[in-house]
T-cell receptor, first 114, second 116 residues
Framework: DVKVTQSSRYLVKRTGEKVFLECVQD?????MFWYRQDPGLGLRLIYF???????EKGDIPEGYSVSREKKERFSLILESASTNQTSMYLC?????????????FGDGTRLSIL | AQTVTQSQPEMSVQEAETVTLSCTYD???????LFWYKQPPSRQMILVIR??????QNATENRFSVNFQKAAKSFSLKISDSQLGDTAMYFC?????????????FGGGTRLMVKP
């Protein structure tokens, strides 16, 4: 089974801090994604990566950056955390060339910015 | 751009009964893929069922089935013989081969409560 592991289930940080959320997948998937989940809004794509050192903006990239130095690891960075970034963050991975293949999700990180 | 709409924020159903969750989408593409994902409370999001737009036959997976109406751009999920373990958030999602990285567009979700 595909395993997508997020480094923290719960995280509390202060406004202005630099925050790192880490995600690792073990199935050699080309694509990795970071989503933000908010009530009533579903999941919104922040960034995705289709290869090492490659990244593409999603629907809501402002205030975030990403890093993919190795194929299995995809990091989300909040450069200067703000209270409106309090949310659930989900990482996912998937194959690149088959549209009908599902994405596989991590358990999520519930991030609170105080 | 594609949009996915789930018009029912919350639903409830008695155990053993049948419930249908609605999903509509908007796209100009002809070939695409639709998914239903389930997110149990405090647990991982998992795939429930998928449908390829070029297939006319509705997908089924055990107690889960879809009613895919391509012309109406509708993709509802039917859960038969509901079980307590079906309590979860359900998300409808869309992608196509033209989406870079097969990125998904999600609906807002439906919270389903199965009552004993």
């Amino acid at each position: 089974d595909v395993k997508v592991t997020q480094s923290s289930r719960y995280l509390v940080k202060r406004t202005g801090e630099k925050v790192f959320l880490e995600c690792v997948q073990d199935m050699d998937h080309e694509n990795m994604f970071w989503y933000r989940q908010d009530p009533g809004l579903g999941l919104r794509l922040i960034y995705f990566s289709y290869d090492v050192k490659m990244k593409e903006k999603g629907d809501i990239p402002e205030g975030y950056s990403v890093s993919r130095e190795k194929k299995e690891r995809f990091s989300l960075i909040l450069e200067s955390a703000s209270t409106n970034q309090t949310s659930m963050y989900l990482c996912a991975s998937g194959l690149d060339w088959l549209g009908n293949q599902p994405q596989h999700f991590g358990d999520g990180t519930r991030l609170s910015i105080l | 751009a594609q949009t996915v709409t789930q018009s029912q924020p919350e639903m409830s159903v008695q155990e053993a009964e049948t419930v249908t969750l609605s999903c509509t989408y908007d796209t100009s593409e002809n070939n695409y893929y639709l998914f239903w994902y389930k997110q149990p409370p405090s647990r991982q999001m998992i795939l429930v069922i998928r449908q390829e737009a070029y297939k006319q036959q509705n997908a089924t997976e055990n107690r889960f089935s879809v009613n895919f109406q391509k012309a109406a751009k509708s993709f509802s999920l039917k859960i038969s013989d509901s079980q307590l373990g079906d309590t979860a958030m359900y998300f409808c999602a869309f992608t196509s081969n033209n989406n870079a990285g097969n990125m998904l567009t999600f609906g807002g979700g439906t919270r389903l409560m199965v009552k004993p």
